[in-house]
């Protein structure tokens, strides 16, 4: 139950934090942006993973990324995880953005009881350099 443990996670030891990493991210459509959530020693060999938060009452993973084991990068669609255990760190790159991927994610770190998360907020801005004003005053 990812959902319930999620919460739990949100709630439980607030100011204590497993994983630490960027809480924001602002950058412009089109852009490709990369980012490191570090976790502790003890989470080296843990499954790592990327998701969108989704729900609105019940904050659950949605599109659920999980990085390779051996290190190797996974990429679906326009994100692309890898778990540099040596660094003890999951990095994850997003390409391309659109304005539709400004959201929540969170970086996970699977283990027994509630995982580890850390919830980041994706904020992109439209392209007015690409000249694109009409659909800017559409929106
Ligand atoms: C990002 O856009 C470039 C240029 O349009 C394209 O070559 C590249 O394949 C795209 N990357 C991904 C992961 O979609």
């Known amino acids: 139950m990812r959902l319930l443990v999620l919460i739990w996670g949100c709630l439980v030891l607030p100011g204590y934090e497993a994983l630490e990493g960027p809480k924001e991210i602002s950058r ?20 790592k993973y990327w998701c969108r938060k ?5 904050p659950r993973c949605s599109g659920t990324i999980y990085a390779g084991k051996e290190g190797q990068e996974t990429t679906e669609g326009r994100v692309s995880i ?12 997003l390409w391309n953005l659109t304005l539709q991927d400004a959201g929540k994610y969170w970086c996970g770190v699977e283990k027994r009881g509630p995982d580890e ?3 980041i ?19």
């Not at 989704?54 to 019940?58: A, D, E, I, K, Q």
């Open 28 to 47: 412009f459509e089109g852009d490709t942006v990369s980012l490191r959530c570090t976790y502790r020693e003890e989470l080296r060999d843990h499954r």
């Open 54 to 58: 989704g729900g609105l009452l019940f």
């Open 82 to 93: 890898h778990d540099n255990r040596q660094e003890l760190s999951l990095i994850v790159t």
């Open 117 to 119: 998360s850390l919830l």
């Open 121 to 139: 907020s994706l904020f992109v801005f439209p392209d007015v350099l690409e000249g694109d004003f009409h659909r800017l005053g559409t929106r």
